[in-house]
Nanobody
Framework: QVQLVESGGGLVQAGGSLRLSCAAS????????VGWFRQAPGKEREFVAV????????YYAESVKGRFTISSDNAKNTKYLKMNSLKPEDTAVYYC???????????????????WGQGTQVTVSS
């Protein structure tokens, strides 16, 4: 089993920044990649970014490319999502997920993930 705990959400003004953390514990040797997703009220869970466990490969949704950065601290088994130039449309609950193996969607499909954290709320005011 793998446990994921997100932190770092909050309320920020448009144009501001936040850094989310996703701390993994348990059988982390099973993890192939960690992805960040978000879900706004009334909307489906949306892919944001993904990083492989070793931290040397990343992929982003077009909507966040150039503004968000996903990174890894392997010593702490923690992945980060640094969010800059935040917009009101970035408001959502942000979830990190872990997947045990590669998949044809390159980690962009939430349904392939094996483990999820509890989520952290990000609210961007205009």
């Amino acid at each position: 089993q793998v446990q994921l705990v997100e932190s770092g959400g909050g309320l920020v003004q448009a144009g501001g920044s936040l850094r989310l953390s996703c701390a993994a514990s348990g059988r982390t040797s099973n993890i192939y990649a960690v992805g960040w997703f978000r879900q706004a009220p009334g909307k489906e869970r949306e892919f944001v970014a993904v990083i492989n466990w070793s931290g040397d490969r990343t992929y982003y949704a077009e909507s966040v490319k150039g503004r968000f950065t996903i990174s890894s601290d392997n010593a702490k088994n923690t992945k980060y999502l640094k969010m800059n130039s935040l917009k009101p449309e970035d408001t959502a609950v942000y979830y990190c997920g872990a997947v045990n193996g590669p998949d044809p969607t390159y980690g962009t499909n939430w349904s392939v993930y094996d483990y999820w954290g509890q989520g952290t709320q990000v609210t961007v005011s205009s």
